[in-house]
């Protein structure tokens, strides 16, 4: 099974007066996911399951990436700030060994997820990048790191 985190893209700066929860993407995050979303598109990754965290950052980077791919974005309370390895074994449970899943949410939570699906070891994960994480085993689920893309590669390779 392949798994694939994208965290969501440039989004607002926090500002104490407004909710954590409502901060959108920025004219930058947005252009940028679309960018690594046509990508995605080009390499072939066909998510059959495609997971959003509730906050709004998330859920328009799942929009973006959702019309790119021609996906459909199912929003999860489970992806928001405090998603772990557990709620990736809930999401995948009964899913087929060659079937492709897309989860869209934060930092430092998909770090920490990769990097004990791969048995340990740094991951950096920056705004608008994916890993994909190839699981060979799903109960619990234990893989390997294939690809992590930044951002600012597919920067350069656009210009």
Aim: hydrophobic letters at 45%; glycine letters at 8%; charged letters at 25%.
């Amino acid at each position: 099974m392949r798994l694939y985190f994208f965290r969501h893209g440039i989004a607002e700066d926090f500002v104490e007066e407004a909710s954590d929860s409502a901060r959108a993407l920025t004219r930058e995050g947005s252009a940028r996911t679309k960018a690594m979303a046509r990508v995605l598109l080009t390499i072939g990754v066909k998510p059959r399951r495609l997971y959003s965290s509730p906050l709004l950052r998330a859920r328009q980077t799942a929009d973006i990436v959702a019309q790119v791919l021609g996906a459909k974005v199912t929003v999860r309370k489970a992806v928001a700030p405090g998603f772990n390895v557990e709620a990736v074994a809930t999401l995948i449970t009964g899913l087929r060994n060659t079937d492709e899943v897309m989860f869209i949410g934060h930092e430092p939570d998909f770090s920490t997820i990769i990097s004990q699906l791969i048995g340990g070891g740094d991951v950096i994960m920056k705004k608008g990048g994916v890993a994909r994480v190839d699981i060979g085993i799903q109960h619990p689920p234990r893989g390997a790191l294939v690809w992590l893309l930044a951002p600012k590669l597919i920067d350069r390779l656009e210009h």
